[in-house]
């Protein structure tokens, strides 16, 4: 399945990433695709108060962290950014097949398509493509 939406606004990413709790029913490995400001983070914001898993304003990018984890009543939440990593051994020091161990985990991957095995593995990929200052084209391949 493909869906596209263009957003005119980061409101309205993150209104439909309120939307996206359906599609995401966990267990679910999503690939975030997207240059830098692209709208990644910003949509993860909607997808956790979708999930009731955090308020919007408390989803930051996990740049630096690598992994942000937020709990909700129907699903974990797990916010990835692997920019800063570059071997499969790296990818391997941050435990994902214990955080998809649970039947109600969701991994939100950002620079997943730098690692073959996760997009092996991937059950769904969102891309961004930046069509002005605040516009964005969303894909959803599934």
Do not use: C
């Not at 308020?55 to 009543?73: A, M, N």
């Not at 214990?98 to 991937?122: T, V, Y």
Request: hydrophobic share 35%; charged share 30%; aromatic share 6%.
């Amino acid at each position: 399945m493909t869906r596209e939406i263009t957003t005119h606004s980061a409101e309205e990413t993150i209104a439909f990433g309120r939307t996206l709790t359906e599609l995401l029913t966990p267990p679910k490995l999503v690939l975030l695709r997207g240059d830098l400001g692209a709208g990644k983070t910003t949509l993860v914001k909607g997808i956790a108060a979708g999930f009731e898993a955090a308020q919007e304003d408390d989803v930051i990018s996990p740049t630096f962290t690598l992994v942000h984890e937020y709990r909700g009543p129907r699903a974990n939440l797990y916010h990835l950014d692997l920019y800063r990593l570059d071997t499969p051994r790296e990818l391997e020091t941050l435990g994902l097949d214990d955080l998809r161990s649970s039947d109600n985990s969701i991994l939100l991957i950002e620079w997943g398509e730098k690692f073959p095995r996760l997009q092996r593995e991937r059950d769904i990929e969102i891309s961004f493509e930046r069509n002005g200052e605040t516009r964005r084209k969303i894909k959803i391949v599934s």
